[in-house]
Every structure is written in C-alpha cells, then in structure tokens.
C-alpha cells in the first residue's frame, strides 16, 4: 500500500473514531508528543485532520536520558514549524517500576492540560498492543489489551493508530520526510516491554508465524456504542464478571482487584457510604440500590447571577423557566454549600442537608449543588426549595432549574 493511501486511510479511521464520541466544537486534541516516530506521525495526522489551532502538542520529559534535553528542544522545534500550541512538563520518575510510573505520570499531566470534552491522543500502534496482550498474560493483569477509546478526565483518551503496524508508520514517515528522534531506551530489555519486544517477540514469531495477527484479533474495545446507566442491584446478587461487563460497556478497565472490591460493596448497610475510587477522578459510588459511575464534579465559582439568564460548564447547567417561582427582580448570586445550611420554606425553617435528602440528590452531588443567595440569605436551591421571602405564585416569576452533570451524559451527543 502507498504511503499516501496509508496517510489517507489513517485520516480515514481518526475521522471514523471522532464520530463516535460526544466531542463539541471547542474540543481540541491534547497530544503526547515524544519526537520519536510513532508520535510524529500522530502529531502530523492530528493537524491535517483538525486546524493545528485546535491542537496542543504535550511533552513529557522524565530526564531519564542524557539526550532528554535535546530531545525537548526538537519537539519544540518541529511543533513551532507547525504552528501547534507546545506545553512541557518536566517530571522525576523516582524509584520503583520506571516504566510503570513514567506511564502514570504522563496521564495525569495530560489531563492537566484538558478542557471540557477535550481529546487526549497517544501514539500506540498494532505493534504495541500485540506486545501488550503478551505482557498482559504474563503478568497477570486483566486480558483486554489495549481500548482504543475510553472516558479519560474531562474527555477521552484515543489511540488512533491502533490499526496500523511500526512499519506502517515508518513507510508514511519516511515518505513525507518528517524528522523524528531515537529513543535508546527502547533497546533496554531491562524493561519488560522491550524484552517483550525484541527477546520474546521473535522467537514467538520464528515458531508462530501468525502471532501478531492472531494477538490482533482480540475485541476492538472502542466498545461501538459505547453505553451506560446505574447497575441495578435489586434483583439479587452480582457477580464480578456482571460487574466487569458493566465496566466495560461504559469504556472503564479497573484492575481486578478494584472489580473485587465494589462486588463486596453490595453487602454493605444500607446507609454506608459507598466510594470505590477506580483512577482519574472516576469512583463507583451506591444509592437507592443502584451502583453508579461518578466523575469527581467541579464546583460552580461564586459570582453575581442575572435572574433568567441560562448558565453552564462542565460541572452541569442552570436554566430558568417562566412560572411561579422567584420574585422577578430578586438580586442573585451563586454560591457554594459549606454545610449547615438553613432555608426558610413553607413557614418552617429546615435544613438544607434535609430537604435535599428529601429530593433524593445523591450524597456525592448535594456538596457541589448550587444555593442562590439574596443579599445573605439563601433565595433558593434548584429543584429542593424557593424560600417563603422570595417566592411568587405568579407566572411571570422565575423557576431555576439545576442539571448536575454526570457521567452517562458523555454517551449522548
């Protein structure tokens, strides 16, 4: 195949996987960009399939090399030659399993540089993931090589060129003439992958010829419409393997000791507080005999609100509708919940914590649920209660109308 007949079905396939998710038109990719040739390819791909204004280039840089330096210095280079937005973060590794905490690492300095519905991108290819189903089965971990897509920080983390061999890369790299580093790391077999790479690998491929495509042939776990909503647990007792699916379904790959650990949370009181921290910002939490998926959730920041006026973001939205409700002039302002709370709402005065219980907001949502203040009382909180003082039966009044975001709303577009 061509190298332009390569380029033009990888742009193709990046198109095809962007149709799937809920991507705005704010989004932006937010691409690691090492220098070497498998992210060259992909920072090159990103810019043709989306304006370079839109994308931000993100080098990490472990130190772990004495060419780290240089190495920096030509992602710079090449980024500013294209005209993408270039970010570093320079970061120790410390001791331990290197590989393992570089990987760590670069996640959470890639959601750093997320905004809502943003795009994380990485360079794993066909080869990568053939040595990662290999690695997997060796140590243990979970068989579901590498997803192509899953829910990542404010948005999703994408791996475009999973389709696509090294060789693949290179024949399109070396045609367009791009100009890529060497990593002498990746001949280290101190490092389970390279071993896996260049010790394992051949002698597998010697006795085996088609290894790499039967590896291939795994699910592609883009998970195609991809689909969620709470796990029952009213029908009786739910095994790890329901749970795993569950998981799964909605793109999230825990370990399996995580998997353990939220199928024994059906056996706890009924009002425990059920909080089983799965990785960037995402727990599993319980209520009303459902497990839900739950984002950690922004809070909205103080400010002056005009009474009518629609307000969003990525902690959820505020909208008003015309009806009884708030007396039309009333002056708002969107505050913050610190506990203790207290409203005066049909001629008795009640907690907040209360009402919302009442309402049945789930615990995780009720400390980042707006309360809207007049002068220093609370006027109102959305969907719970208008205070006495400020309540009209008239239907030019104002009625607020709160919609936290949650984690199944990334599944519609």
Not at 119 to 137: K, N, R
Not at 168 to 193: C, G, H, T, Y
Not at 338 to 351: A, C, H, L, P, V
Not at 380 to 396: G, L, R, S
Request: glycine share 8%; charged share 25%; proline share 6%.
């Amino acid at each position: 195949m061509s190298e332009r007949d390569l380029l033009g079905l990888l742009i193709s396939e990046l198109d095809a996987d962007i149709a799937k998710l809920p991507a705005g038109p704010d989004s932006k990719f937010v691409i690691g960009f090492s220098g070497g040739l498998d992210s060259t390819v992909l920072l090159n791909l990103c810019i043709r399939y989306m304006s370079p204004s839109h994308c931000l280039a993100v080098h990490v840089n472990h130190g772990l090399s004495p060419n780290a330096a240089e190495w920096e210095m030509h992602c710079a280079e090449v980024t500013s030659e294209l005209g993408v937005s270039f970010a570093v973060a320079s970061l120790d590794v410390g001791d331990g399993n290197t590989e393992l905490r570089a990987r760590k690492q670069r996640l959470k300095v890639f959601e750093q540089w997320m905004q809502d519905r943003d795009i994380v991108v990485t360079a794993h290819h066909a080869d990568d993931f053939s040595e990662t189903v290999l690695w997997q089965f060796l140590t243990g971990r979970a068989h579901i090589g590498i997803p192509k897509c899953r829910p990542f920080g404010r948005g999703w983390l994408l791996r475009p060129l999973l389709g696509f061999t090294k060789e693949d890369l290179k024949e399109i790299a070396e045609a367009k003439r791009w100009r890529w580093i060497e990593d002498e790391s990746n001949q280290d077999q101190s490092f389970d992958r390279n071993w896996i790479r260049h010790g394992l690998t051949p002698a597998l491929r010697s006795k085996f010829p088609g290894l790499e495509r039967n590896l291939r042939r795994f699910p592609d776990v883009f998970l195609t419409g991809y689909e969620y909503q709470p796990l029952d647990l009213t029908r009786g007792r739910i095994s790890p393997v329901q749970i795993k699916s569950w998981l799964h379904r909605a793109g999230l790959f825990p370990t399996d000791k995580s998997i353990v650990e939220i199928a024994s949370q059906q056996l706890a009181r009924d009002d425990a507080q059920v909080n089983v921290n799965l990785y960037n910002g995402l727990s599993i939490r319980r209520f009303r005999g459902q497990f839900h998926i739950v984002r950690k959730s922004a809070t909205p920041e103080a400010r002056t609100l005009s009474i009518g006026t629609d307000m969003s973001g990525d902690f959820g939205c505020l909208t008003w509708h015309r009806g009884p409700g708030l007396v039309e002039d009333t002056p708002l302002r969107l505050g913050q919940r610190i506990g203790g709370e207290t409203i005066r709402y049909r001629r008795q005065k009640k907690k907040v914590k209360s009402l919302m219980q009442a309402a049945r907001i789930p615990p995780w949502q009720r400390s980042t649920w707006p309360i809207l203040y007049s002068g220093n009382e609370i006027a109102c909180v959305p969907n719970v209660a208008i205070a006495d003082q400020f309540w009209t039966p008239d239907k030019c009044g104002w009625l607020p109308s709160w919609k936290p975001r949650n984690f199944g709303d990334d599944f519609s577009r």
